[in-house]
C-alpha cells in the first residue's frame, strides 16, 4: 500500500512539474510568438506531456492515452 | 599600512623554488573533483530540502525539470526578476492578467488567469500535487 501511495506521489509531482513548466512555456508563447492566453490549451499539453513523459520513463506502465485522460487515478497506481 | 605589514611578515619565501597554486580545501594541497564538490556540498546543505530531492526523483524531462527548480528557488525570468536583474522591461505587470505585479508565485499559483479559466481543475491539481510535493 504504502509503495502505490509513493508511487501515486510521484505521479503527482510529474503533474506539478508538467504544470508549472506549461505555464512557463504558455507564457513564453504569448510574449515572443503573439500568442493568445487559452488555458484549455495549457490543460491539455499537461495531460500529453505528463503521459508521454511517464510512459517513456517506466517501462513497467503501460496506458494508452485515452486511458491517461479517462482514468487517471487507476493509471497512477500503474506506475512503479 | 600596518595591517599590510603584518600580512607580509606572514609570508616566507623559499629560495630556489618556482611559485605554484595549491589547493587549499581538504587538506591535500593538490585538487580533486571529489574534495571541490564535497566542499560546495557542505555550504549547500542547510538549504537543501526534501522537496528539491523529491523534485529530482520526478519521471520528467530534464527540461521541465529544470524550469520548476527555477520556479521553485525563484530563479526563473518573471519581469519582477528581469527589473531586479537590471534589464529593461517597459512594466513588471503580469502579462497574462495586466492586474498584478509578475512575482513568480503569482504568475503560477495566483494569477486569476491560471486558476479561474481552468474551472479549478488545474488550480485542485496544483494545490494537491505541491502539498504532496512538499509533505511527501
Redesign the interface.
Known sequence: MSQSLDSINIVWSTIWVGVVSEIWNHWNLIIFKRGVADVSEVFAMVQVKVWSWISAKSRSASFSYSDWCLEPSTCMRMVP | MDQFWQVLQGVRLILGEADSWIWKVGGLLKFSVNSAYMHVKRDNEVEGSSVLS??W?????P???F??WR?LENK?ATRVNLERRGVMVENALC??CGKEKEYYCH??FDCN??IS??EC??CL??I???T??IS?
Do not use: D, E, P
Not at chain 2, 526523483?57 to 524531462?61: A, D, E, G, I, M
Open positions: 523529491k523534485l526523483r520526478c519521471k520528467v524531462v527540461s521541465a525539470l524550469t520548476a520556479v526563473i502579462c497574462l504568475l503560477f488567469f491560471a479559466g481552468l481543475r488545474l491539481t496544483l494537491l500535487s505541491s504532496l510535493l511527501g
